[in-house]
């Protein structure tokens, strides 16, 4: 057998023994299946791209016959000229369309010869000539339009290759490097944006060109605390996707649910394959399953919800649960005096960091606080 993801590719030209063989692989190898899913991953992105950027798929028609030299009336002329803003971009944010419009050109010629080999050569040469009559005046504006609409339908195959294309160019252009966690890890790209992954978390991701999106694959749960670039930041997990440009947040992503967690900044979180979903404010939660649209964001206690991350999220926190959660963590008593037991407090600090620490810097954003040491082991006043 050849490569896992070319064998994918060509699976369906493959004869029934090859299929065969490349089932009873894929059903035993845990690699391949995941690489299978990574394509149908990549493909599902590629497609949203496309349809995102170019909601007019005839004007890549227009661009190929007139980039093949074909003649485009007047109106087709002015929908190409309109079109022209949106298939720069496209060219300009996926490589892949360049190679998509030489193939179309290189079929409409192709499909010429054909046609003039089926249908010009065969056409009555022997019939004497006569007067044209008004009624029958219609040979050469019905052939040109005909061809037009045969040459057209041909184009739905070309589409059907824009996904594999934009997946080709992508896997040459871009390194893809999927971590798996086996302990807590931390991860910073070269933007700045930093990932804390958790024990058991699965992440794949490939190193963004200038001008790219910024998007990763996780399974499992992790942190997010991303750097504004101006550049989307997309988060896919089996059932959902979350879209920010910079902001603090937590994942929680199994194939059944996708969790999200908004503890700075915004984000959206959406069906894997839909264009939009719900908006998330700081202090927010909300889920999604496959099938169905995201929850309505709910307002959560942050400290509670984000205690599987690794750290703690204080954020407006009042000084007596903060101190309640220090205490669970450290099984360290931590009091706290009745004059600042409803203080609000604010950190983010991970659990690994020395509680003295802690409590030293929390108590300098408090009035007149200070930190003792007593017997069981540290008192706020």
């Keep these: 057998m050849g490569d896992p993801f070319d064998d994918a590719f060509d699976y369906d030209d493959a004869s029934p023994d090859r299929q065969a063989v490349c089932r009873v692989m894929w059903a035993n190898n845990e690699a391949m299946i995941r690489e299978l899913e990574r394509l149908r991953d990549v493909e599902a ?14 004007a890549l028609v227009l661009l190929a016959l007139d980039e093949a030299g074909r003649d485009l009336d007047e109106a087709e002329r002015v929908r190409l000229i309109d079109a022209r803003p949106d298939l720069d971009r496209l060219r300009r944010e996926i490589p892949a369309t360049d190679a998509v419009v030489a193939r179309m050109t290189a079929d409409a010629a192709d499909f010429d ?19 044209a009559r008004a009624d029958d005046r219609t040979p050469v504006p019905h052939r040109r339009s005909l061809r037009r609409v045969a040459w057209r339908a ?14 080709l160019m992508l896997r040459r252009e871009a390194t893809e490097t999927v971590l798996t966690a ?18 058991g978390a699965t992440l794949a991701y490939a190193k963004p060109s200038q001008g790219s999106t910024r998007t990763v694959r996780l399974t499992g749960n992790a942190v997010f605390e991303v750097v504004h670039t101006g550049v989307p930041f997309t988060v896919e997990t089996p059932s959902g996707r979350v879209v920010v440009t910079g902001t603090v947040f937590g994942v ?65 926190t009042p000084l007596r649960v903060a101190a309640e959660r220090l205490t669970s963590h450290y099984r360290t008593t931590v009091l706290v ?34 930190v003792d040491t007593v017997e069981d082991g540290f008192r706020l006043r």
């Design 154 to 167: 041909s184009f739905v195959f070309t589409l059907a290759l824009i996904a594999v294309v934009s997946v």
């Design 113 to 131: 010869l054909c046609w003039g080999e089926t249908f010009d050569a065969s056409a009555p040469q022997s019939e004497p000539l006569r007067p």
């Design 45 to 58: 992105v590629s497609r949203r791209r496309w349809e995102a950027l170019l909601p007019n798929r005839d």
């Design 337 to 370: 005096d009745r004059r600042l037991a409803d203080e609000r407090v604010n950190g983010e600090f991970d659990d690994t960091t020395p509680l003295p620490e802690i409590l030293r810097i929390l108590a300098s954003t408090l009035p007149s606080a200070q």
């Design 252 to 316: 929680r992503a199994t194939r059944d649910e996708t969790q999200v967690t908004l503890v700075e900044g915004r984000v959206m979180l959406a069906p894997k394959d839909a264009a939009t979903g719900v908006t998330l404010a700081p202090g927010q939660q909300s889920r999604v399953v496959p099938g169905a649209l995201p929850t309505t964001p709910s307002d959560v206690d942050i400290a509670d919800e984000m205690a599987w991350s690794g750290r703690f999220y204080f954020h407006d």
């Design 182 to 199: 086996q302990a807590a890890k931390t991860l910073r790209f070269g933007d700045g944006t930093l990932v804390r992954l958790r024990p």
